[in-house]
């Protein structure tokens, strides 16, 4: 019975490995994928998930409080965030990857940000959009698709405007 319970472990780690290594060789969510459905509680513990919010262009920007290279576009995203929250057609969403609680909320604070953000609970947001690092942002159509892809941080808030402003009825 012990052999049977080792061979059968045995056979589980192997497929958790093969699975591991297949998901890495995918590469991260690309540009006319389906984007993942998830569900993002804020830091202020209101729920957000994706799919609730077809109809709008979604940006879901992944940070770290420790990411020296998601502080330059902090406030560009911010400015974007108040510029388009008007229109109510644009939802941006933070999810804050690999941080502490109270360091996030120091950069937030620091950064002003003012649009829902919340932690990565267990990297699954993270896992499933298959992000290589931070900052990342994924710009998601009303349709659900990725119609962009950011890696590393926006350098500008044109350069925001001009990822989003095709994909609305200006």
Request: with cysteine; glycine share 8%; aromatic share 12%.
């Amino acid at each position: 019975m012990k052999k049977i319970l080792l061979w059968a472990g045995l056979v589980f780690l192997l497929l958790v490995l093969v699975v591991g290594l297949i998901r890495s060789q995918q590469g991260q969510v690309g540009i006319g994928e389906v984007a993942p459905d998830f569900e993002l509680i804020s830091f202020s513990g209101e729920t957000y998930q994706i799919s609730d919010f077809r109809g709008k262009v979604i940006v879901v920007n992944f940070w770290a409080s420790w990411c020296e290279a998601c502080k330059p576009e902090a406030a560009d995203l911010e400015a974007a965030y108040k510029f388009y929250e008007p229109r109510g057609d644009v939802l941006f969403l933070g999810v804050d990857y690999v941080d502490t609680e109270p360091e996030a909320l120091a950069y937030l604070e620091e950064f002003k940000i003012t649009y829902p953000n919340g932690p990565d609970l267990r990297t699954r947001i993270s896992q499933a959009f298959r992000i290589t690092g931070v900052p990342e942002t994924f710009i998601i159509n009303q349709d659900g698709i990725i119609a962009h892809v950011q890696i590393g941080p926006f350098r500008s808030l044109e350069e925001i405007k001009s990822t989003i402003d095709p994909l609305l009825d200006l």
